[in-house]
């Protein structure tokens, strides 16, 4: 999934990458807006964003994954697993386990001796 952080205006691009990609908080009216506190985000919008709040909105729905979404709660468990790249790593890490550390490999001479 190839997220469009061009159809943010671009002083907010960075900040939502950190989050989605790294789970790095981004500033106030950001952080209103990925936990859907509208009045919030607008009290903390600058005009720039007052005047884009529906594209960003809009790019929240259709471009960003639900997990990182939605309230402070989904915030904090987003930045505790590291964001996109966390979750990533994790499920990488995940798989190499399995292979490596844990039930034989079909074939393998563990397997075949019953070890």
């Known amino acids: 999934m190839k ?3 061009g159809l943010l205006p671009e ?3 960075e900040g939502a990458r950190l989050y989605v990609e790294e789970g790095i908080l981004p500033g106030s009216f950001l952080s ?3 936990a859907n506190e509208l009045v919030e985000a607008l ?4 005009e720039k964003n007052r005047f884009a709040i529906f594209d960003i909105c809009s790019w929240l729905y259709n471009e960003v994954p639900m997990g990182c979404r939605g309230s402070r709660e989904k915030m ?3 930045c505790d697993q590291g964001g996109l790249r966390g979750i990533a790593e994790d499920a990488l890490s995940e798989n190499t386990s399995k292979t490596a550390g ?8 563990e397997e075949v001796s019953g070890e």
């Open 102 to 109: 844990g039930s034989p490999v079909a074939g393998s001479p």
């Open 76 to 78: 904090r468990v987003w």
């Open 3 to 5: 997220i469009q952080y």
């Open 32 to 34: 209103a807006c990925f």
């Open 11 to 13: 002083h907010d691009r």
């Open 43 to 46: 009290g903390c919008a600058d």
